[in-house]
């Protein structure tokens, strides 16, 4: 079975790059992947794969039927949206949408599913089981899971693979992490009440900029002395606005910001302990003060029976030299984190860094994949759904 995977991946690789490149040429935003469903579904549907459109909202789902007799399904999971960052690429496929690019990898991931669905369909009398190609939108906003799991994209499901490109490992290598392989992520708003007056008295006035000033210093100051340095935590005031006037003493502040942690204790004491915090500060100097904490999405808690799965086949398709053990788990976030609240799962690394050259990070305007980790990848996620069904 691995030869045959091997050989199909190989001779659609001209193909899956002309398909990676034209999701790349043509970006859609969260929850506006039309014309990129439409696609999706067109594939799916000509590999003979039963295929419902309009799932949480753009969402597709493909189903394989495999020659078993149960009714669960093996999921594999895979991102379509892009991001609203203009292109600073030298591509020639490079985005032809105004300030619209693939620059975390959704184009390759949507390849990667659609190629596993090309080589499966034609291998599904030796599969014995049943899969189901979760092609999710809207990842960027973390809202795209929620949206595909409340239309029943999970329902009966036994296990789920996922996949992402790391631009700092080489191409042609795939990453493996067990246990934690993200953060969990929360959003902060905070706002400062004072009251206003004039710049030249401030003695008169409750100046809401500055206690928002104290209130940032002390929270990030406060981390360090007062939480355990051996469980990563990060806040971060992206956002801040407020004062409507250089001589006028502001009297209100709003900070927004995002709050990364590892550690489900210290998660659920975060509300308690920044509110203890802000409302110190604030009524030290007078003001008021409200603080909206929410949870958006928990860690990525890798499965250790499936991502054993995962790296036996990575060892067995590729060879020892390409397996990369992910020791540090990422405090971005990822709302594959959803899916996992439903069944067991397990999401890998895929290597993309192009050799002697700077490789941009995700999220950048200038980042770029090299494409000869299309094929890596369909081969570790094909074989990987292969032996989930043979281990």
């Known amino acids: 079975m691995l030869n045959k995977i091997k050989d199909l991946a190989t001779d659609l690789a001209p193909r899956l790059i002309e398909i990676r490149r034209h999701f790349h040429a043509h970006p859609e935003l969260s929850g506006q992947e039309h014309q990129t469903a439409a696609y999706v579904a067109g594939v799916l549907s000509s590999c003979g794969l039963m295929v419902k ?20 399904y093996l999921g594999i999971r895979t991102d379509m949206d892009a991001l609203p960052i203009q292109e600073a ?9 105004p300030g619209v690019m693939h620059a975390c990898g959704h184009d390759l991931h949507t ?46 499901i036994s296990a789920i693979f996922g996949v992402h490109v790391f631009p700092s490992i080489p191409a042609r ?31 008169q006035a409750i100046d809401a900029i500055w206690i928002s000033a104290q209130v940032i210093t002390s929270l990030q100051q406060a981390i360090s002395r007062m939480q355990n340095p051996l469980h990563p935590l990060v806040l971060t005031i992206g956002q801040i606005n407020g004062g409507i006037a250089p001589n006028i003493i502001a009297d209100q502040v709003k900070m927004v910001g995002t709050v990364r942690s590892l550690n ?3 998660r659920e004491n975060l509300p308690i302990w920044i509110k203890g915090i802000v409302e110190g500060i604030c009524n030290t100097y007078g003001a008021k003060c409200q603080i909206n904490y929410r ?35 990422s405090l971005g976030a990822e709302d594959f984190a959803i899916y996992l609240d439903h069944a067991p799962g397990t999401m890998f690394r895929l290597g993309v860094g192009k050799s002697n050259q700077h490789n941009y ?23 990987s759904a292969y032996k989930y069904f043979n281990c």
Not at 297 to 326: C, F, H, R, W, Y
Not at 362 to 378: A, C, K, M, N, Q
């Open 53 to 72: 459109e309009g799932v949480g909202k753009t969402g597709v789902i493909g189903e394989l039927k495999g020659n078993g007799m149960s009714n669960l």
């Open 89 to 97: 690429s030298p591509l020639e496929f490079a985005s032809k949408v």
């Open 111 to 156: 390849t990667i599913g659609l190629g596993t669905a090309m080589i499966l369909s034609q291998l599904k009398d030796g599969l014995p089981g049943n899969i189901r190609f979760i092609f999710q939108p809207a990842e960027e906003i973390a809202q795209g899971a929620l949206w595909m799991v409340e239309d029943g994209a999970m329902r009966d």
């Open 173 to 203: 290598s795939v990453g493996i992490r067990y246990g934690a392989l993200t953060s969990a992520m929360d959003d902060l708003e905070i706002i400062i009440q004072g009251e206003a007056g004039h710049g030249a008295r401030p003695h």
């Open 264 to 266: 489900p204790e210290i």
């Open 295 to 329: 949870h958006r999405l928990p860690s990525v808690q890798n499965d250790m029976t499936l991502t054993k799965i995962i790296e036996k086949s990575v060892l067995e398709a590729l060879g020892e030299e390409q397996v990369i053990s992910i020791l540090e788990p």
């Open 361 to 383: 990070p995700l999220h950048h305007p200038r980042f770029e994949l090299d494409e000869s980790s299309i094929v890596t990848g369909v081969v570790a996620m094909a074989y």
